[in-house]
């Protein structure tokens, strides 16, 4: 039996003075499994992740969730410009599998003890993804993590992050649909 690490029980949210966002939505996520939020602008994908993270409390309904972290659209953002990459990582997570980690990510180890401008974006979206399998999650909420970079490189970075799918779920919020039919369990289309 697959181990559930996201489930969210007839949620309901609303911004203040505005309609439901949410009302009675449910989602489960396994290890194993990538499940995919379409929408637009505007539909309550991002609010949903903030959710999830707890940084949003629900009107009602419950969110449980195993260790989560979390791979930003932005790679360029999700790192303080002035430190090193390997500094910034050591913040948050254990370097213990460092370079075994590196290796799996086609990502040279030597780029870490750079800053985040002297990367390219793939390289940089490599190393968002790096810090988030070092803090040991077994569900990643990944927002829009390919959308910043080319087809070829964000068709790269994703197999890349699959192929962890042993030990993690995946919440990936897109707008790039082809993206979502091709890596997706499940996909869930949320209306503005």
Known sequence: MNQEVLRIE????????SKLLYDNFS????IGE????LGESGSGKSTLFELIAGNLKAKSGTITTSK???????????????????????DVAPLHDLHQLCHSLDL???????????LSGGQLQRCSILRALLMKPSLILAD?????LDNITGLHVMQLLMQFLDQVGILLITHDKNLAVWCSD??????A
């Not at 040279?108 to 002297?118: S, T, Y």
């Open 108 to 118: 040279d180890p030597d780029v870490l003890a750079q800053k985040p401008h002297q």
């Open 144 to 148: 829009e993590p390919t959308s910043a």
């Open 10 to 17: 007839n949620l309901s949210f609303a911004y203040a003075h």
């Open 68 to 90: 989560l972290s979390q791979i930003f659209q932005d790679p360029y953002t999700s790192f303080h410009p002035t430190y090193t990459i390997i500094n910034q990582i050591s």
């Open 27 to 30: 989602l489960h996520v396994n």
């Open 186 to 191: 499940r996909m869930i289309e949320l209306k």
């Open 34 to 37: 990538v499940v995919s939020i």
